[in-house]
């Protein structure tokens, strides 16, 4: 399985491209989020409030089609990052690699160690996360979904 990893700077950005990786057929169990959990809240009412993932409801529209992917969000406590909200199947990478950090999870996935601790820096600094698994066409046609919303230091692996 091929993977896809890009960084946003904006919540809005990464909704953007995670909306069209599954209008374009991924489906929640092959995108995976990560992100401090003060980037993924929001409150001024638009988009989705980190209270609202809990119950899988959203408010506002972009959100919408990424809510089944949020609805399994879970809230992590990393040691030298504080807490961060993961969703798809990072999540559980995560949960069983909490001493490891990001980096331990990213690197249970199969990204290479140098690569994963600089995601995890990237987190820490307040970027998102998106990771994206499926066959090598499916992959490259997000790497292209990233780029063009906004997602830098894409690579695939």
Same mark, same amino acid.
């Given at each position: 399985? &091929?993977?896809?990893?890009?960084?946003?700077?904006?919540?809005?950005?990464?909704?953007?491209?995670?909306?069209?990786?599954?209008?374009? *057929?991924?489906?929640?169990?092959?995108?995976?989020?990560?992100?401090?959990?003060?980037?993924?809240?929001?409150?001024?009412?638009?988009?989705?409030?980190?209270?609202?993932?809990?119950? *899988?409801?959203?408010?506002?529209?972009?959100?919408?089609?990424? =809510?089944?992917?949020? =609805?399994?969000?879970?809230?992590?406590?990393?040691? *030298?990052?504080?807490?961060?909200?993961?969703? #798809?199947?990072?999540?559980?990478?995560?949960?069983? =690699?909490?001493?490891? *950090?990001?980096?331990?999870?990213?690197?249970?996935?199969?990204?290479?160690?140098?690569? &994963?601790?600089?995601?995890?820096?990237?987190?820490?600094? #307040?970027?998102?996360?998106?990771?994206?698994?499926?066959?090598?066409?499916?992959?490259?046609?997000?790497?292209?979904?990233?780029?063009?919303?906004? =997602?830098?230091?894409?690579?695939?692996?």
């Amino acid at each position: 399985m &091929s993977k896809v990893i890009g960084v946003f700077n904006t919540r809005e950005q990464a909704e953007k491209a995670i909306v069209t990786m599954r209008q374009q *057929g991924f489906k929640d169990n092959e995108i995976s989020i990560v992100s401090k959990k003060e980037n993924i809240e929001n409150n001024n009412n638009e988009g989705i409030r980190f209270d609202s993932i809990a119950d *899988g409801t959203t408010t506002g529209g972009i959100l919408g089609g990424v =809510a089944g992917l949020l =609805a399994s969000a879970g809230a992590l406590a990393i040691p *030298g990052i504080g807490p961060i909200v993961a969703a #798809g199947p990072i999540a559980a990478m995560l949960t069983g =690699a909490v001493g490891g *950090g990001i980096a331990g999870g990213l690197i249970d996935m199969g990204i290479p160690a140098a690569e &994963s601790r600089r995601y995890e820096e990237e987190v820490k600094k #307040g970027g998102i996360l998106v990771v994206a698994q499926s066959d090598k066409n499916k992959v490259n046609d997000a790497a292209s979904i990233m780029r063009a919303n906004g =997602a830098y230091d894409v690579k695939t692996e």
